[in-house]
């Protein structure tokens, strides 16, 4: 097996926590077990999209490793779009195979939210289930990730910090001198949610995607928010895999190229 998909595999063992389905080699794992050719490039990109293919075919990429899964149909009926079809096309011709560490990387332990919170110097990490009953009155569980500091900071200067490492782009609510120690991140969360949320007695949310509804409710029952939007909070993740590649392949690592998105979806 190729050493960088040892690394991953290796990688992937660390994180503790539920596995999830279409993790490991999405495509080409026959001719990466035959081939003996080493894997030379490789493109580091959240999602499958456009673009990562493109790119991997201009630049003769062997490798796509992705941190969702990617999916091919589309709708009910499970049928493939021509627009999957096409990137299909283009990852069997060229021989590029993709390699996915699952959706749920971003929630476990010692995964992306975890990288995240100590870029903050949240040190202490710990899992946050919340179990709710959604708007069809159906029982949802959402997994997020509880990080803590040994001293307090002002919210303004939280901001500060997610501005610098995550991103500029910033929406938020909250009182800027506020004391901040105790904090969670959640990829999305909804009006339901958020009603349970504030029980919680955090300091601050962490959040990549709202409703205006779960935004008006932070509002109204004032819990200090901050809007990060998914694609920033993939976007910077991207930078962990890179580095323990880096740490695990240190003879003949093949060039990393990071892919960030503009916008989520598959251009």
């Known amino acids: 097996m190729n050493e960088v998909i040892q690394a991953l595999k290796k990688i992937r063992k660390e994180f503790k926590g539920k596995v999830g389905e279409n993790v490991g080699i999405i495509i ?29 075919a201009k630049e003769d990429v062997q490798l796509i490793i992705t941190i969702f899964p990617p999916i091919f149909t589309q709708g ?9 079809l096409d990137l299909l096309k283009i990852l069997l011709k060229k021989n590029i195979s993709v390699y996915s560490l699952g959706e749920e990387w971003l929630i476990i332990e010692n995964g992306g939210f975890d990288y995240l919170l100590n870029l903050l110097d949240f040190q202490y990490t710990s899992p946050l289930v919340i179990e709710y009953q959604n708007q069809h009155k159906k029982n949802e569980k959402k997994t997020g990730r509880l990080g803590e500091r040994k001293k307090k900071i002002s ?30 991140f959640f990829y999305e969360i909804k ?42 909070l993939e976007n910077t993740v991207l930078a962990y895999i890179i580095r323990r590649l880096m740490e695990e392949v240190a003879v003949e690592l093949p060039e990393l190229i990071t892919l960030k998105q503009d916008q989520i979806g598959t251009s």
Request: a positive charge; hydrophobic letters at 40%.
């Open 76 to 84: 009910s009926q499970r049928k493939i779009s021509k627009e999957h």
């Open 191 to 232: 009006n339901e949610l958020m009603e349970i949320v504030n029980k919680l007695n955090l300091d601050a949310i962490l959040v990549g995607e709202t409703t205006y509804e779960g935004l008006l409710t932070a509002q109204l029952q004032k819990i200090p928010i901050v809007i990060l939007e998914k694609r920033n």
């Open 28 to 56: 080409g794992e026959d001719w990466l077990h035959k081939s003996k050719t080493k894997i030379k490039k490789c493109i580091i990109s959240a999602r499958l999209t456009r673009k990562a293919v493109a790119t991997a």
């Open 155 to 184: 919210y303004s200067e939280l901001l500060e910090l997610l501005k610098q490492h995550i991103s500029n782009d910033l929406r938020y609510l909250g009182y800027n001198q506020a004391k901040v120690q105790k904090i969670a």
